[in-house]
């Protein structure tokens, strides 16, 4: 039984980078993509990014080009999720979650990590 | 990047009723369809997923149907713990888009 768990809340100041890890265990890391998703106060779910560790290939959503990075580490079972020059809006909850199967379903997610953004 | 409709936004009923929730992508995509309800202060959970496959552990009176661009989210018979919002997502093409949700509510 796959179970992700995801670091601790975070209050950052704008302009500033979060780094948010999400540990797997239960079962094998090199086998489905990680994907991440977040919700403001609020709103719905949104999809930020995805990364197959097996490959390193990385997919981001449009709108965080160039200050998001996925990463993984196979030899711990992490993934990571960094966004840079964060502003109020990028506060939310960070959810990673494993993308997996015959329709790229979601599960199970991680607890979720509460980015704060606020200076 | 493909758009969810997802309707109705909230919806009022009673324990026992049958309720459906609707989701129209804006361009096909197969059964690439999946289902997640949330409940407050928690992460969403998996329901169905390829359309119509119930996730393993999952109660028979949720169901789904449809392919292409017309897809159905049923709750045949609601329970007091199934009040939660709904959200409908694509997974036929990155980025993989949701539905703005449908708040279920009790009358």
């Known amino acids: 039984q796959v179970q992700l768990v995801q670091s601790g809340a975070e209050v950052k100041k704008p302009g500033s980078s979060v780094k948010v890890s999400c540990k797997a265990s239960?079962?094998?890391?090199?086998?489905?993509?990680i994907s991440w998703v977040r919700q403001a106060p609020g709103q719905g779910l949104e999809w930020v990014g995805r990364i197959i560790p097996l490959l390193g290939m990385t997919h981001y959503a449009q709108k965080f080009q160039g200050r998001l990075t996925v990463t993984a580490d196979k030899s711990t079972s992490t993934a990571y999720m960094e966004l840079g020059s964060l502003i109020s809006d990028d506060t939310a909850v960070y959810y990673c979650v494993r993308d997996h199967g015959t329709s790229n379903q979601f599960d199970p997610w991680g607890q979720g990590t509460l980015v704060t953004v606020s200076s | 990047d493909i758009q969810m409709t997802q309707s109705p936004s909230s919806l009022s009923a009673s324990v026992g009723d049958r309720v459906t929730i609707t989701c129209r992508p804006s361009?096909?995509?197969?059964?690439?369809l999946n289902w997640y309800q949330q409940k407050p202060g928690q992460a969403p959970k998996l329901l169905i997923f390829?359309?119509?496959s119930l996730q393993s552990g999952i109660p028979s009176r949720f169901s789904g149907s449809g392919s292409g661009t017309d897809f159905t989210f049923t709750i045949s018979s609601l329970q007091p713990e199934d009040f939660a919002t709904y959200y409908c997502?694509?997974?036929?093409?990155?980025?993989?888009?949701f539905g703005q949700g449908t708040r279920l509510e009790i009358k």
């Open positions: 239960g079962g094998s890391f090199t086998s489905y993509a």
């Open positions: 361009q096909t995509i197969s059964t690439y």
């Open positions: 390829g359309a119509s």
């Open positions: 997502q694509q997974s036929y093409d990155t980025p993989f888009t």
